[in-house]
């Protein structure tokens, strides 16, 4: 038995999907608990370019997978996902959806057009159907018609699947700066972003979650409006946003560039419960003179400027000079990093002993 989660450790886009379809070949079964179509995992194996937004990646591999309370459901979304992945061949019969999912409607994309642009949201309906589900007026999914998976009480089932001994992967979406309690207020998502949503969604209790897999981009970016203390906005982040591809999965808008945030970081760590690390894209930063990390806020709450170190760049993920500047994440944290991804494709991760 054991229960290990994906949490994203700053604004979401770090690479939790590629992780998330690499562990998901360890596990048995896997579940969203969070967040809904507004995410948008990629996911490269093979000769595939798959980018999920409702489903996790355990899907891919045809394993169980489901959507607890907590997860918006938009039924059309989902109807593609699953028609694609029907495409590759895959069994679908094992993904399920609780019937406590709160619905997305065309009502809510329209309303979250309108009124979350302040914010620079994914217009995905997410603010304005939650606030549904909080006015204890929304549509839940066993009330819908036309349902593109069956429905089911999903909390019973892991339940079961934890005590036959099965191991869980509980992938999370967007990150815990996005947080609704936790995250840049005003500037966040509807949703829970943090581990503990993995108790509260899915029904897992506290003390049976074995492993947190935190998961970090070597730079730091963000989609939409809202505090970014490390932003670049010189050649150096046009250089990452270009090498990085940086530009949303879902929205296709250009992610905002910056420097890794070392206190953001730990906090992060601290808060989620972090037992290892995953540190993703370290290789656009290949051949960089050097590399900023952040790590001191100086000034005060409101008023605040970053404090740099600077790094010598790394050729490749083998220079030593790479191993410098993980090692002083690690010294900070005190947290070890298990993984290094070193590309996009699932198979491109370096496990370190
Ligand atoms: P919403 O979740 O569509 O309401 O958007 C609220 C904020 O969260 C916006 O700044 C979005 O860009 C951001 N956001 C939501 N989902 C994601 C995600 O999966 N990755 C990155 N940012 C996201
Ligand atoms: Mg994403």
Redesign the pocket.
């Known amino acids: 038995m054991s229960v290990t989660i994906i949490q994203d450790l700053a604004?979401?886009?770090c690479g939790k999907g590629k992780v998330s379809h690499f562990l998901a070949q360890t596990h048995d079964i896997g579940l969203r608990f969070n967040?809904g179509p507004?995410?948008?995992h990629t996911i490269m194996w093979g000769s595939h370019k798959i980018v999920t937004h409702m489903l996790p990646a355990t899907a891919l591999l045809g394993k169980p997978s489901y959507l607890v309370p907590g997860v918006l459901v938009d039924p059309e979304r989902l109807a593609k996902e699953v028609e694609e992945l029907k495409k590759l061949k895959i069994n679908t019969d094992l993904f399920w959806v609780d019937y406590r999912c709160p619905v997305i409607l065309e009502e809510h994309r329209i309303r979250?057009q309108e009124t979350?642009q302040k914010?620079?949201?994914?217009?995905?309906g997410?603010?304005p159907c939650l606030a549904d589900q909080m006015n204890r007026v929304g549509l839940r999914y066993h009330q819908i018609n036309n349902q593109p998976l069956q429905s089911l009480d999903t909390i019973q089932l892991i339940r079961w699947y934890l005590n036959s001994g099965r191991s869980i992967l509980c992938e999370g979406?967007?990150?815990h700066f996005?947080d609704i309690w936790h995250g840049t207020y005003p500037?966040?998502?509807?949703?829970l972003c943090t581990t503990g949503a993995v108790c509260t969604n899915a029904g897992i209790p506290p003390q049976k979650i074995d492993r947190v897999v935190g998961v970090f981009k070597a730079y730091m970016t963000?989609?939409?409006?809202?505090p970014f203390l490390t932003e670049d906005k010189s050649f150096l982040a046009e250089k990452i946003s270009l090498v990085g591809q940086e530009i949303?999965a879902?929205?296709g808008?250009k992610r905002r560039i910056g420097w890794l945030d070392l206190m953001s970081l730990i906090e992060a760590c601290q808060f989620n419960g972090v037992t290892e690390l995953v540190i993703t894209k370290a290789d656009v930063l290949n051949n960089f003179n050097k590399v900023l990390l952040c790590d001191n806020h100086l000034g005060w709450e409101g008023n605040k400027t970053p404090h740099y170190i600077e790094f010598d760049g790394w050729k490749n993920l083998q220079d030593i000079k790479f191993f410098r500047f993980i090692e002083f994440i690690e010294k900070t944290t005190k947290i070890p990093i298990s993984f290094i991804s070193t590309g996009p494709r699932t198979e491109e991760m370096i496990e370190r002993k």
């Open positions: 604004f979401g886009d967040g507004n995410a948008g979250d979350g914010v620079g949201t994914t217009g995905s997410i603010g979406a967007q990150g996005l500037y966040v998502t509807s949703s963000r989609v939409g409006n809202g949303g879902t929205t808008r």
